[in-house]
């Protein structure tokens, strides 16, 4: 099942925000082979991974980044689910790209 198109956006809007202060994501959103529908559709599969019926904002972001910081081929199953989001869409606090866990080094971590 796709996201609602409010799902779509929101994570839409938190990806365009948050490109501004990470290269490495903004690099990686970029990635024709990659896309919003799809971005949600991992973010459900991944939530029914978790056997959880809901997350938090920051938990479901990290996923977004998650999905487009992965290099490797991701395989979506199709799930069957409702989405629910909130009205407003909040700045969640997100670990900084020097934070994240399993991160490939980049010249601008010298920095």
């Known amino acids: 099942m796709n996201g609602s198109k409010e799902f779509e956006f929101a994570i839409e809007t938190f990806l365009n925000k948050a490109k501004i202060d ?3 994501l903004s690099i ?3 990635n024709e082979r990659k896309n919003i529908t799809e971005c949600c559709d991992y973010i459900i599969q991944k939530v029914k991974e978790k056997k ?6 920051s938990e479901v972001f990290n996923l977004a980044i998650e999905y487009y910081l ?3 081929d991701i395989k ?4 069957n689910c409702r989405v629910v989001t ?17 991160k490939q080094m ?3 971590d010298l920095m």
Do not use: C, W
């Open 28 to 30: 990686a959103l970029e």
């Open 76 to 79: 979506i199953k199709k799930n």
């Open 52 to 57: 959880v019926n809901a997350m938090t904002d």
């Open 22 to 24: 990470d290269y490495e």
């Open 70 to 72: 992965n290099q490797e």
């Open 86 to 102: 909130g009205s407003e869409h909040p700045n969640p606090t997100l670990p900084k790209p020097s934070e994240r866990k399993n």
């Open 106 to 108: 980049s010249i601008f």
